[in-house]
Structure formats: structure tokens, C-alpha cells
């Protein structure tokens, strides 16, 4: 399943510039837990975001307002690593990630694969959702979702349009799947980010940086497989998780 991309909205509230949005995901992905009623407005960033958008004051505001759009779900906020600032943004988008996935009870994703990375720089390099098939070819059994965002001007601020404002939203939906308040399409990165409950393993690879006109890209894909050692991690989930603490750094 592929969905449209369309200009957004939500990158014209947080910070300044347009926004694209595009998500896919494979048969085997699973049903996430329930999505929000609604989007979910977002509220200002302090001012520093405009001219230093990765800089840890920005990004904590940027985290002030994904925690209280998770509080509306009836969820604590995040309780970040020690240096979450100051990772790259592909290993934010891990962190996040995962940090959904343990509060909703699905198994966490073990780490960022290489090979993965390389699919999702793909992905951004071609404005579209990576596609991780190839590599999975010679796999007996696998399942794969992916999600691609542009023109935003950090992570954590395409996370949250990924899982807080993928809905209906009338005039302003930014998810072309989304063509009504019931449709299928309708929370489609939500659903990939909370794919898969089933044991097995479960590997990321993700991805910021510009395509070739110089515009901020980032995607991400995730792979289910039976245990197996088909790839290696270069972060790993289990220390992160073992320095999670609010505030950080």
C-alpha cells in the first residue's frame, strides 16, 4: 500500500516552510493500538526554532509539544535518553519510535540496521517512501512499513505529524488517503511507526538529509523478521533505553 503525498499544514504552525508526507507499508504490517479521534493541533515553538532549528532549545520545544499531544492520549511524556538532543535525527526518530512502541505494549525496534539506512537515504534522495524489498528478497519470511516526510526542519517535527496530525482535517488534511473522516488511508504513518505485535525481530533504518533540490528529508522503515541474524545494528536499542530519564540532555 503506497499513500499520495500533498502539501501539509502542520509545518506552517510549528516553524516556517511546506511540508510533504508520504507513507507505505506491506501486507504483513499489523493493526497499532487506536489512533487519535482527532489531529491534534500543535502549539507554537519558541522563537530560536526559526533560525536554529536542531539546536537542543528548539528541540525541546519541539518535545514540549509532542508530550503534551501524548498526555491528551492519556500517556506520560516521554521520558527520553541522557543526550537525546544530541543525537542525529535519524536516531531521534528510533528513539520516539520505540518510546510509542513500549507505552502501547508492542515490541520495540532493536536497532538501526546499515542496510536499512541505506534504503532510507534512498528514500529521501527520491522524495518517497523507502522500499526495502530488494534487500529482503532472499528472506523466507519478512514484513516491512516505511514512512518519508519533507521540508521539515527536524526530526522530532515530522514524528509528530507521523503520529499527531495524519487525520481528517477537512480542507487542511495532509494525507490524500485521508479522504474522509473513516477512510483507510487516514493515520497511515501512525500505523507504520505501531506495526507489528508479533515476536520476532524488529529493525529500523532511517534517514535526514537533502534530496537533490536541497530540500530537509527524512524517512524511515521498519522490518519484521523471525529471529535471525540477517543484518547488524550500529544503535542500539537497549542502551538508549537503559539512559531514559526526563529531563535530558
Same mark, same amino acid.
Given at each position: ?7 501539509? @499544514?502542520? /509545518? /506552517? @504552525? #510549528? ?15 499489523t ?8 489531529? &491534534?493541533?500543535?502549539?507554537r515553538?519558541?522563537?530560536v526554532?526559526?533560525?536554529?532549528? &536542531?539546536g ?8 514540549a509539544?509532542l508530550?503534551?499531544?501524548r498526555?491528551?492520549?492519556g500517556?506520560?511524556? =516521554? ?7 544530541? #543525537?542525529s ?13 513500549? $507505552? =502501547? ?9 546499515p542496510q536499512?539506512? !541505506?534504503? /532510507? $537515504?534512498a ?5 518517497g ?5 530488494? #534487500?529482503?528478497?532472499? #528472506?523466507?519470511t519478512y514484513?516491512?512499513?516505511?514512512n518519508?516526510?519533507g521540508?521539515y526542519?527536524n $526530526?522530532?517535527e515530522a514524528? =509528530? ?13 495532509s ?6 473522516p473513516? /477512510?483507510?488511508g ?5 500505523d507504520?511507526?505501531?506495526?507489528f505485535s508479533?515476536?520476532?525481530i &524488529? ?9 537533490p533540490r536541497?530540500?530537509l528529508?527524512?524517512?524511515?522503515? &521498519? ?14 536499542? @537497549?542502551?538508549?533505553?537503559a539512559? !531514559?530519564?526526563t529531563?535530558?540532555?
Amino acid at each position: 500500500m503506497s499513500r499520495n503525498l500533498r502539501i501539509g @499544514t502542520f /509545518a /506552517a @504552525t #510549528l516553524a516556517t516552510g511546506v511540508a510533504l508526507i508520504g507513507a507505505a507499508g506491506a501486507s504483513a504490517a499489523t493493526t497499532p493500538p487506536l489512533n487519535p479521534a482527532a489531529n &491534534i493541533a500543535p502549539g507554537r515553538l519558541p522563537g530560536v526554532c526559526a533560525n536554529a532549528p &536542531i539546536g537542543a532549545p528548539c528541540l525541546r520545544g519541539v518535545v514540549a509539544v509532542l508530550d503534551a499531544a501524548r498526555v491528551k492520549l492519556g500517556l506520560g511524556p =516521554y521520558a527520553l535518553p541522557s543526550g537525546f538532543y544530541r #543525537l542525529s535525527g535519524a536516531r531521534q526518530l528510533l528513539v520516539l519510535s520505540n518510546l510509542d512502541r513500549v $507505552a =502501547y505494549g508492542l515490541p520495540p525496534i532493536t536497532g538501526m540496521s546499515p542496510q536499512l539506512d !541505506s534504503i /532510507a $537515504a534512498a528514500g529521501v534522495a527520491a522524495d518517497g517512501d523507502p522500499d526495502p524489498t530488494a #534487500l529482503l528478497a532472499n #528472506l523466507p519470511t519478512y514484513g516491512w512499513a516505511s514512512n518519508w516526510a519533507g521540508a521539515y526542519p527536524n $526530526a522530532p517535527e515530522a514524528y =509528530y505529524a507521523w503520529m499527531y496530525y495524519d487525520g481528517w482535517g477537512g480542507k487542511s488534511t495532509s494525507n490524500l488517503d485521508c479522504t474522509s473522516p473513516t /477512510a483507510t488511508g487516514c493515520w497511515g504513518h501512525r500505523d507504520d511507526v505501531l506495526s507489528f505485535s508479533q515476536p520476532g525481530i &524488529i529493525s529500523m533504518g532511517a534517514a535526514v538529509s537533502r534530496d537533490p533540490r536541497g530540500q530537509l528529508g527524512y524517512a524511515m522503515t &521498519i522490518v519484521w523478521t523471525p529471529a535471525s541474524n540477517w543484518t547488524t545494528y550500529t544503535f542500539s536499542w @537497549t542502551p538508549a533505553q537503559a539512559a !531514559s530519564a526526563t529531563p535530558s540532555s
